[in-house]
């Protein structure tokens, strides 16, 4: 196994968590937001701006192809922003590859994306936030494992995609909750 993809709904803590997991594996981590701000010389709001949605979406892919097309050498924690994993071309890139949905209910959801610094583009009010989550739920759910992220801290998340997984390292949780 050299990859796991993070998938999952903005505030679901890909980000926190890749960052743990990979960390507790000594694997590297991988932003794919931020390896397509590298790509486009620009940022992900910037890009949603100017060239809007489908031009964002369409170098997600391109970022997500080129990452297959030479995984690193050692093994990679990998989060995908929220809407990559929706786009059923997306799906199919990473079929053969495990997939983790971060999954935590829509109201926690939107406590945490309002405590974080990100700029989420398509966050804008709270029935809108609603309805862009049920539509992409049913995709989150194709992932390969589904762990329910409410009011665990990252190392315990860690721990059940490590066992999930048969991964080494699993260690007893810290104290800091995911928020």
Not at 74 to 103: D, M
């Amino acid at each position: 196994m050299r990859a796991i993809f993070l998938v999952g709904f903005m505030g679901s803590g890909k980000t926190t968590v890749g960052e743990e997991l990979a960390r507790r594996l000594g694997w590297e981590f991988v932003d794919l937001d931020a390896r397509i701000e590298r790509h486009e010389h620009s940022t992900i709001g910037e890009i949603f701006r100017v060239r809007g949605e489908a031009a964002f979406r369409q170098a997600e892919t391109a970022t997500l192809r080129e990452f297959l097309a030479s995984p690193p050498a050692c093994g990679s924690i990998v989060a995908l922003g929220g809407g990559a994993f929706v786009r059923k071309e997306n799906r199919e890139l990473l079929e053969a590859w495990p997939t983790v949905f971060l999954q935590a209910p829509v109201d926690e959801l939107w406590r945490r994306s309002h405590h974080d610094a990100v700029e989420r583009p398509l966050r804008k009010d709270r029935n809108q936030f609603e309805s862009l989550y049920r539509e992409r739920i049913p995709s989150y759910q194709k992932a390969t494992l589904t762990v329910d992220t409410l009011g665990k801290d990252p190392p315990s998340i860690c721990i059940e995609i490590e066992k999930a997984f048969r991964l080494g390292g699993a260690r007893l949780p810290g104290p800091e909750v995911l928020e």
